[in-house]
């Protein structure tokens, strides 16, 4: 996804309140105003495609591509990425997402919710079920 955005990770992402709430509800402490990409994007709601990110993705790049996936509803079948990308291939400059102000509808954390808090990880170690059977 960092690609799709043309960034390396480090870049600073501003947080909404939104973002800010789901930080303190996961972690229990004070959320900073602002966080890394890449800590931005571990935490984001990146697939499926939400319909809502999908349509400003439309809207800032006019992607026709991207528009006839949201007429035909099968934004469910794409990926954030999916969508930076077919705006990429329109014109838009996807790091103006993670540079703009909060103000801005292009700001990323406006564009993308927080993803659910998952109750484990696939590359976790499932430590605790391994002690238990043996």
Do not use: C, N
């Not at 309140?17 to 229990?28: K, N, S």
């Not at 990323?108 to 605790?128: D, H, K, W």
């Amino acid at each position: 996804m960092e690609r799709a955005l043309r960034a390396r990770g480090e870049e600073p992402v501003e947080l909404t309140r939104h973002w800010r709430e789901a930080i303190r509800a996961r972690t229990g402490d004070e959320a900073p105003t602002q966080i890394p990409l890449r800590d931005f994007l571990h935490t984001a709601r990146l697939r499926p495609l939400t319909r809502a990110a999908g349509k400003m993705l439309a809207t800032l790049s006019g992607s026709e591509a991207l528009q006839a996936i949201l007429e035909a509803r099968e934004e469910d079948q794409r990926e954030l990425w999916d969508a930076v990308e077919l705006a990429a291939a329109a014109g838009y400059d996807p790091r103006r997402m993670w540079r703009a102000p909060l103000w801005r509808d292009e700001s990323l954390s406006r564009i993308v919710a927080p993803g659910e808090r998952r109750m484990y990880s696939v590359s976790e170690r499932p430590t605790a079920r391994r002690s238990r059977a043996r």
